[in-house]
């Protein structure tokens, strides 16, 4: 030996160094990991912040088009959403599908006034309407208890909107429209270029659109369509929907909208001032005329007293009196063939869409029996000594709840179920009273006229029922 010590590595050491470069490395890859998970998140958030963008535009942009529609079209009511684009120019395609059917294309963002709407992949907003609620060929009624034809369920499959539903976890009245924002081709999708603003041309949905059930055009009373998820493979739409709740909510808020109801229902108006030129008043319906029953039966009197609903076909044009006979509001009924109304009167829209929403009375021998106090008596008798008329039209406003009456509550006012069985019975009280209000309910439904039928309903506009005292010429 050279008398220099040699340094000499023990086993411990070696392996305490090994694992602490293991331990580096393992630190650094989850470092690694973290912050590309962190990016990933972040781009996916910023992402979903394009489209969600859009969807708010979207839904602002149609409600606009909505609450205004009436305004826009002169003669026509509030509520109608525009048609889809179906060649990719931004512009609505009318008429579109059928009278009732639900129909998709690309949302017609140039109809709308906005610039073309994107999603975060680049795609075109996509748009389907419900039959009730596209502007041509319109449906009858277009008023706040129409039901949307969309259903809207979570990923899970669980339903958020549905039509027609009475609980109070969703009474919105399914949804009017959809928006969908589609993402990118699943693997199970082909989609072709087109030279347009969209590059799409705005058929062949379901290269798309990843769930609706059944295929649309649909006069199905329910359409079900599915949220996605932006990082699915299999169903990556996100969805905007606007319910009718949310439209009439809008528009309820309009002033001229109560000025218009009121020119057709209130003292006055159209419907006081045309059957004020008769000798004598029509008769009511057990039912009001609808597309499927265009003539519904007459009602039977109870006593002296008929229960029902004002036909549109029996109110004479104001300043026609018979003989000759004169023409007649909806007569032929082409609001109920979903066609373009005749205008007879600026109010003429408001008549066929809202008549619906009034309920009827008439004393059946044409006498003054009916107790009534409408805006028209500006000194309102006391009860013992009320002024009395042959007839009285209720208007009976918006549902409580704000919410759309479903359909079962509308056929529940059939007057044949008065004297019906005792489930018909109890579906006509439990929907006279989802419609009218305090003396009104009370004298509709027990069949008397104990009780003046009166505007002075015990909630504000625009639940509060709106009382028109009739009289022939």
């Not at 023990?10 to 331990?23: D, F, K, S, V």
């Not at 059957?275 to 109870?302: E, F």
Request: charge should be negative.
């Amino acid at each position: 030996m050279n008398g220099q010590s040699r340094r000499t590595s023990r086993p411990g050491q070696e392996h305490g160094a090994a694992l602490l470069i293991m331990l580096v490395i393992m630190v650094v890859g989850a470092l690694y990991f973290v912050v590309g998970q962190s990016q990933t998140a972040r781009v996916r958030v910023e992402r979903d912040a394009i489209t969600a963008a859009a969807l708010a535009q979207a839904k602002e942009a149609l409600i606009g088009y909505a609450i205004t529609y009436s305004d826009t079209h002169p003669g026509e009511v509030f509520g109608y959403f525009p048609c889809p684009d179906t060649n990719g120019d931004g512009i609505s395609q009318s008429p579109c599908g059928s009278t009732g059917q639900a129909v998709v294309g690309l949302l017609p963002y140039a109809t709308l006034g906005v610039p073309v709407l994107r999603d975060a992949d680049g795609e075109c907003l996509w748009y389907a309407v419900s039959g009730a609620y596209k502007n041509l060929p319109k449906t009858v009624p277009m008023n706040w208890d129409t039901q949307g034809q969309f259903q809207i369920n979570d990923k899970n499959g669980n339903p958020i909107v549905t039509p027609n539903n009475p609980t109070n976890v969703d009474d919105s009245g399914g949804a009017a429209v959809v928006v969908f924002a589609v993402g990118g081709p699943l693997a199970t999708q082909s989609r072709s270029n087109s030279a347009n603003p969209c590059g799409r041309q705005g058929t062949g949905y379901s290269a798309y659109i990843d769930s609706i059930n059944p295929a649309l055009p649909s006069t199905a009373s329910t359409v079900i369509v599915q949220m996605g998820d932006s990082g699915s493979s299999t169903n990556n739409d996100r969805l905007m929907w606007i319910t009718p709740k949310e439209v009439w909510n809008h528009i309820i808020a309009r002033t001229n909208f109560a000025d218009n109801i009121y020119q057709v229902f209130g003292s006055g108006g159209m419907i006081a001032n045309a059957l004020g030129d008769l000798a004598v008043l029509p008769g009511p319906k057990q039912l009001p005329p609808t597309p499927s029953n265009p003539s519904p039966p007459d009602s039977i009197a109870v006593g002296n007293m008929l229960f029902g609903f004002l036909d549109p076909c029996q109110i004479p044009v104001d300043g026609y009196v018979s003989p000759p006979p004169p023409p007649h509001y909806g007569c032929p009924p082409s609001h109920l063939a979903g066609l373009a109304p005749p205008h007879l009167d600026p109010n003429d829209a408001y008549l066929h869409n809202w008549l619906e929403q009034a309920f009827y009375v008439v004393c059946a021998d044409q006498t003054q029996c009916l107790p009534c106090d409408d805006d028209s008596h500006p000194h309102p008798h006391p009860p013992s000594h009320p002024h009395l008329h042959t007839g009285v039209l209720i208007f009976s406003g918006r549902d409580l709840s704000a919410s759309p009456r479903t359909s079962t509550l509308q056929l529940g006012r059939n007057e044949a179920n008065r004297n019906g069985t005792a489930a018909q019975q109890a579906a006509f009280a439990t929907s006279i009273n989802r419609y009218l209000e305090g003396n009104n309910a009370s004298n509709y439904l027990s069949g008397t006229s104990s009780l003046t039928y009166s505007s002075a309903a015990p909630s504000p506009w625009p639940s509060s029922d709106v009382v028109l005292c009739l009289d022939p010429h």
